[in-house]
């Protein structure tokens, strides 16, 4: 099921301007992972002091030519992280051209009224899903009692449009950018060890009921010339396996350049993560830049299969996926 054609692009960049970790300790010219020392520079802001969160937004910039075009994929657990990233590492906001949220968790949705404000644009796209505004829970049952933590809430469709965005409301898969991104859609649940987020809730007419699939957890996509899709994942509670086929599937390519972000594996099985990579491994990507919920377990087993290929994702730090042309 190809949607249409996503156009290729001559380079990808992806910086995070909100993820869970701080580590520069790769080489300074390397040219897939370039420190903020290296490519912001002290005497344009002032890198060393970004700050880590529990969250992730990403500022992913397609080249094409002469040309930059830039989205904001995700907005951190607060306004006060995402500005004071942004401004350490000297973030023109006015360059985004579009907002997408992966999905509706606190984490990726609050520096959104920030990031609407500094980019200052009355109309901008702000890509989301009609599930995303539900206030969500988690179940746990214990030996003695149940207990129910509330998530916290997200921005109202009402606050997005007071501040200038624009929502596109979409459970299809969405271009953007001039055909130069794409938002998965709705991923379909396809792998028998993706379960979602056991005991997970939404409250829907006044009742708590079954979410544990986030239904609205989605991926965005870009397709870099000669090397394959770059995905790009917040969470991965559709799984990330089942993300990267969606993705596969709808653009009509076959190979895989890169993921990057979260995968939700922090609490998993041994047996998850194992299958996990032994399926990513099939799709052969070339770089895994991955980071936020994917666990320090994981991310120790990403490290002894893919070596030379995993880079845990840094706040700060340019990753970049160039055609081997560019």
Known sequence: MTVATLRTVDRLEIVPLVDNL?????LEKDSIAIS???????????PDYVQGGHG????????????????LYDTGPS????EHNARALNVDMAEIEAIVLSHGHWDHFGGLEWALQAIGRHGLPVYIHPRMFYPRSVRRRGLLRETRRRLGEVTSLDRIRELGGA????????FLVDDLFLVSGEVPRETSYEKGFPGHEALIDGMWVDDHLLIDDRCLIANVRDRGLVIISGCSHAGIVNMTHHALRVTG?????????????????AETIRLTINDLAELNPS??????????KAQAQFLRVFPGRFIP?????????SSSQD
Request: net charge positive.
């Open 287 to 296: 770089l895994l830049v991955l980071g936020h919920c994917t666990g320090w």
């Open 253 to 269: 390519e076959t190979v895989v350049a890169a993921i990057f972000g979260g995968l939700h594996l922090l609490s998993a099985s």
């Open 56 to 71: 992730l937004s990403m500022l992913v910039t397609a080249v094409v030519g002469n040309k930059r075009r830039t989205v």
């Open 313 to 321: 994702s840094s706040v700060g730090m340019k990753y970049v996926v």
């Open 36 to 46: 903020p020392r290296v490519w912001v520079g002290s005497e344009r802001g002032d």
């Open 167 to 174: 929502p596109v409301d979409s459970v299809e898969p969405t």
């Open 79 to 82: 306004n006060v992280l995402l």
């Open 22 to 26: 701080i580590d520069w300790t790769r």
